[in-house]
């Protein structure tokens, strides 16, 4: 009878425990489900609150956010090639480009120039000069279509002018553009028609900053680049440069900045998912970085976007001032 009492006592709770256990799962299923709404599709956590101003730029948080937007592909196109000399080094472009002015990258090379460090003589840059030209000959560009340039920034830079020589013994058109014409030159490589009438173009390169916008025509204005601080110049110095210069731009034209350069192409590295033409910037806030050009560039960075309160910085894989060069050729 003590045994069979025992038992009578402990069976209810024993019961309670067997039932109890699955609608705790339940409970437990339903919270992790929660959570799983919580993910994107690609794997990366998505902040259900966060509201995205821009109708160009979809997607749930600063790590998710795309942009979505498909150039047109050309029709019959030439490939033309250039290479841009900039204040960092070499890079070159082949282009496929219509009579419409439509155009796709080929193939893109950044490289850079051991002249500017010291390390190298003539005969390495005529070298390095040969291997660019041949790449392109390669892709099927004709001697006729590879052109040159020399930005603003590498011609503040001495060591410039032996590429420069260089070029022209080797029976090249050497081609120097100014800071505003390089502005203009990136808003038509970068700015799609579609987005004229309400956004901007930023190119933050080493020797400088051009920020450029369409009003009627192309608007384009120089600032300091991401090396200010070989100049001696202090970040709060240049922030304010920059912002006040940023805040000459039309209210109405601010809803998305197009924005191409060295430092945005390290900033876009580390939220590119794929293969994508374009990729959003976070907020400069959330780059953290001892490199000390890439912390002066989100420096500028931060800067415009205080200036003008624009949170769609979309960086496009492709572009370069130099295309814009091209497709400005008749």
């Known amino acids: 009878m003590e045994e069979k009492s025992t038992w009578a006592r402990l069976r209810w709770p024993i ?6 256990i699955p609608i705790i799962g339940l409970g437990y299923w339903a919270f992790e489900s929660g959570k799983i709404d919580a993910v994107s599709t690609d794997g990366s956590k998505k902040d259900s609150t966060e509201q995205v101003s821009s109708p160009a730029a979809a997607n749930k948080s600063d790590d998710t956010r795309s942009f979505n937007y498909t150039p047109e592909k050309p029709v019959n196109g030439e490939y033309k090639g250039v290479v841009e ?3 960092s080094g070499f890079n070159s472009f082949v282009v496929n480009i219509d009579k419409e002015k439509r155009w796709e990258i080929i193939s893109k090379d950044f490289g850079k120039s051991f002249v500017y460090e010291g390390l190298a003589n003539t005969a390495d840059i005529r070298t390095g ?3 660019y030209i041949g790449a392109m000959f ?9 052109h040159f340039v020399i930005s603003s920034g590498a011609q503040k830079e ?3 002018a032996a590429i420069v020589s260089e070029l022209k013994k080797m029976g090249f058109v050497v081609n120097l553009v100014t800071a505003e014409q390089e502005g203009k030159l990136a808003l038509k490589c970068v700015l ?3 987005y004229y009438d309400n956004s901007f173009v930023v190119d933050i390169g080493s020797g400088n900053t051009k920020i450029s916008w369409m009003d009627g025509d192309v608007k384009s204005a120089e600032a300091p680049g991401a090396k200010y601080y070989e100049k001696n110049l202090k970040d709060d110095v240049v922030y304010s440069d920059v912002k006040s210069i940023a805040s000459k731009i039309p209210s109405g034209k601010r809803e998305v900045c197009f924005i191409i350069g060295g430092v945005p192409f390290e900033l876009a590295k580390q939220t590119r998912t794929g293969e994508e033409r374009f990729t959003v910037l976070n907020d400069p806030g959330k780059y953290n970085t001892d490199k000390i050009k890439i912390k002066s560039g989100v420096n500028i960075y931060k800067a415009i976007k205080d200036a003008t309160n624009c949170d769609t910085f979309v960086f496009d894989w492709d572009a370069n001032f130099t295309i814009g060069f091209l497709l400005a050729l008749k």
């Not at 019961?15 to 109890?20: D, L």
């Open 15 to 20: 019961k309670a425990i067997i039932i109890a």
């Open 85 to 87: 000399v900039g204040a």
């Open 129 to 131: 000069l040969k291997d």
């Open 138 to 146: 390669d892709k099927g560009v004709k001697s006729k279509n590879i």
């Open 158 to 160: 001495p060591k410039t």
């Open 192 to 194: 799609p028609p579609s």
